[in-house]
């Protein structure tokens, strides 16, 4: 939907994920398309509750046209590069992030700030020249502003692919470069649903925790597509070409579809080994959340993340928990999985 | 940001802390900003603060689970020669040193009765 404020045309785009309302507005074609793509499959044409998540992206051409400075009491959180907020790795964009009033500033420099008022409900992106940004990186702030808002409302994200077998959800943690997207593409091939390929999102459901579709396209590096005949053969319309990755829907190159809300129920944490064979070495509870701590949990409202803490000790406990060493056995690898999830009840 | 802290590594100058930790007029109380959930007899600490993780042997988790303002350093040194087949110097080297890390990390308070 396209109107005016002003003589500035405004985009609006509304979504729902699993009844939570979503409205995102911005006053450039630029910020538009990228959050379209991102949240194609929970686009809807009007929203029935009452109180949506607000998102209000804006193009600004230099850093002092951003309307917001930092108060003398803003606080520090956290500095450096790579995840700022919520639990994406792939860029080394340098940030910091403030707290300011109860407001959560993430500032990334010369890209442009966040404003991110939780407890309204209310996130403001002020981006410098998008239309000169890879449309990835806006997809990627603006995936930031929605995890944190989310976060609030009892929606949690987490960094590991997804699927899902006969109603059982598979999670599989892990930074890149361990055989994370590797594994889930030999799952994938062979029959499991769709979930996410980098972001499930997880709901405290009281008695257990369910695991919800995060559907997004999926990214692939040159080395994990030599891994499958499919991919190696797929046109650049259905595997897009892209530096350092490459990216495809699932549905397009596979017999899959969207899976649905599931209970997990399985956890794997891959890490490549140079053997013939894959294997997979059983972790006790306490090893598996201090391996998933770091894949979801950042601190930034103590409330927020303890609530967070506990959802991620319930999946622990609702769910078997491996490490697995996955050797050179790639398109093998359902063999060694799917017995797995046949024992689980 | 995550660390994970084992309990009871060994520490040189636990005497020390003995002394001056002065168990029977200590009572100890878990930090509110702390979570932290047992699973399988071990338990995973966040400090809600730093956003720090640690992770308690089954002793330690025994130790945490006493803290809760009511039990000096010599109750829950009795508990664990109650509970744990170990000898009781062995005991209270072992829960001063973890009392005097957790308490370092900001995961735990002191108060004198």
């Given at each position: 939907m396209t109107m005016c404020v002003g003589d500035q045309p405004m985009t609006e785009s509304l979504f729902s994920l699993y009844g939570m309302p979503v409205r995102y507005v911005t006053t450039s074609p630029f910020l538009a398309a990228p959050v379209d793509e991102l949240l194609r499959h929970f686009r809807r044409d009007s929203l029935d509750e009452s109180t949506p998540l607000v998102l209000c992206f804006h193009a600004v051409q230099?850093?002092?046209?951003?309307?917001w400075t930092l108060s003398l009491s803003a606080r520090r959180l956290a500095s450096g590069t790579g995840a700022a907020i919520g639990d994406r790795r792939e860029t080394n964009l340098p940030y910091q992030v403030f707290e300011d009033g109860g407001r959560l500033i993430a500032d990334f420099c010369d890209v442009g700030i966040l404003v991110i008022d939780s407890t309204q409900g209310r996130a403001d992106g002020y981006l410098i020249k998008?239309?000169?940004?890879?449309e990835s990186l806006i997809e990627y702030l603006f995936h930031l502003a929605l995890i944190e808002l989310m976060r609030r409302r009892g929606l949690y994200t987490i960094h590991a692919t997804a699927l899902e077998k006969n109603g059982r959800g598979v999670l599989i943690p892990g930074n890149s470069g361990r055989g994370k997207t590797t594994s889930f593409i030999s799952l994938l091939r062979s029959g499991y649903r769709y979930l996410s390929d980098d972001h499930p999102l997880l709901r405290d459901a009281g008695t257990h925790v369910d695991l919800l579709p995060f559907p997004i396209k999926i990214n692939v590096t040159e080395d994990t597509v030599a891994f499958f005949p499919e991919l190696r053969e797929a046109p650049d319309h259905l595997l897009h070409p892209g530096f350092p990755k490459r990216a495809f829907y699932a549905e397009k190159l596979y017999p899959t579809s969207i899976g649905d809300c599931c209970r997990p129920a399985l956890v794997l944490f891959p890490h490549v080994i140079d053997a013939p064979h894959s294997r997979l070495e059983p972790l006790s509870k306490p090893r598996a959340l201090e391996l998933l701590l770091p894949q979801a949990l950042l601190v930034y409202d103590a409330d927020v993340a303890r609530r967070e803490f506990q959802v991620l000790a319930k999946v622990v406990q609702q769910v078997d928990c491996y490490r697995l060493h996955f050797g050179r056995d790639i398109l093998d690898l359902p063999k060694l999985i799917t017995p797995l999830l046949e024992e689980v009840t | 940001m995550s660390d994970t802290h084992h309990a009871l590594s060994p520490q040189s100058t636990v005497s020390e802390l003995v002394d001056r930790l002065m168990p029977q007029q200590t009572i100890l109380r878990q930090n509110r900003d702390v979570q932290g959930t047992t699973m399988d007899g071990e338990t995973v600490l966040l400090d809600l603060s730093t956003g720090r993780y640690y992770t308690l042997n089954r002793v330690g988790s025994v130790i945490w689970e006493h803290?809760?303002?009511?039990?000096?350093i010599s109750d829950i040194h009795a508990i664990l020669c109650d509970r744990f087949d170990v000898a009781p110097e062995r005991a209270l080297d072992d829960l001063v040193t973890l009392v005097t890390q957790l308490t370092q990390e900001g995961l735990l308070q002191q108060e004198r009765r």
């Open positions: 230099t850093r002092a046209d951003i309307p998008p239309r000169t940004m890879h | 803290c809760t303002g009511h039990h000096t």
